[in-house]
């Protein structure tokens, strides 16, 4: 009789305390060549925690997620999982210490169903040399319990992955990666390509990991997006912080007025208005630093 394969993933991590460190940086660079992409930038993950990472295209979030998930290595600064000095040569290095990555473009297979995506290479077998074959029941099962763990609830495990709507896609990848150890999980912009609805199905799924006591890092330019969900803030301005901040310390129109860069729009503003004065460019990004500081003198009453 063949007999099951032994589960390939490395096990339920034993997740310490909420907000214990599970990884701290400390004023981390990197450079390549002469280009520098990060610079000094310092901040902490705690277990049952979302840290949220903000920045617009070319703050470095990039950088720092391929940092924190082994694809780079980091050329300055400190860079400390569980309280040891780390430099990571892989990804499966920081998989090997439970930090999963869940990036923006799913590493999906459309046209697989549900189930087979979920084990997609680390799949179940059963029996022996010839006779060895995928263990399908056990793969739904064990699919099925997750992603009900994790409150996610499909009709169908059998339905080609393609056929669900992105949030459903992220969520699925989410559990996925809880099942298989994950005691940090990073988001890579996973609302970005989402309508409102979806992206509040995946915001929901963030905070149940968060609950279960992992620590995540929700990478986002949206802080509408990030707020809801997110226990501290830290602003990536062209590749430095712009520090972390807890939500206490930070309402939220502080939090969009420093990504809209308020200041700068205002600077800008005046400028314009100097060499064009009464455009319609100036008038539209007058608005704009309107909306962005509702106590500018010069909104409109």
């Not at 991590?13 to 909420?18: A, E, G, S, V, W």
């Not at 050329?75 to 990804?91: A, C, K, L, M, Q």
């Not at 022996?128 to 793969?139: E, Q, S, Y």
């Not at 509408?224 to 430095?240: S, T, W």
């Amino acid at each position: 009789m063949g007999t099951t394969a032994t589960d390939p993933r490395p096990g339920v991590p034993d997740l310490p305390p909420t907000g214990t460190p599970l990884i701290e940086v400390d004023s981390i660079g990197k450079t390549y060549g002469s280009v520098v992409a990060l610079v000094d930038v310092s901040t902490t993950v705690h277990a049952g925690e979302v840290t949220c990472v903000l920045g617009d295209n070319g703050a470095g979030k990039s950088t720092f997620i391929k940092i924190l998930a082994g694809a780079h290595e980091h050329t300055s600064g400190r860079f400390v999982v569980d309280g040891v000095s780390r430099h990571f040569s892989s990804p499966r290095a920081a998989l090997n210490l439970g930090i999963a990555t869940v990036y923006q473009d799913l590493a999906v297979v459309p046209l697989m169903p549900v189930w087979r995506n979920f084990f997609l290479g680390s799949e179940l077998t059963k029996g022996r040399g010839p006779l060895r074959r995928l263990d399908i029941k056990a793969m739904k099962r064990i699919a099925k319990q997750e992603l009900a763990a994790m409150g996610i609830d499909l009709r169908d495990l059998d339905q080609p992955i393609g056929t669900l709507s992105g949030g459903e896609r992220q969520c699925v990848a989410i559990s996925r990666a809880v099942y298989f150890g994950a005691r940090v999980l990073i988001l890579d912009e996973p609302t970005a390509a989402l309508g409102v609805r979806q992206s509040g199905v995946v915001l929901k799924y963030i905070a149940k990991a968060r609950d279960r006591g992992l620590g995540v890092i929700f990478i986002t330019h949206n802080p509408h997006h990030a707020y809801p969900v997110g226990d501290r803030f830290m602003l990536l301005r062209r590749g430095r912080s712009m520090g972390t901040f807890t939500k206490a310390e930070l309402p939220l129109d502080e939090l969009v007025r420093m990504m809209a860069g308020g200041t700068e729009l205002e600077a800008l503003s005046h400028e314009l208005e100097r060499d064009l004065p009464g455009s319609a460019v100036t008038r539209e990004l007058e608005a704009e630093v309107a909306q962005v500081r509702p106590d500018s003198p010069d909104q409109p009453a």
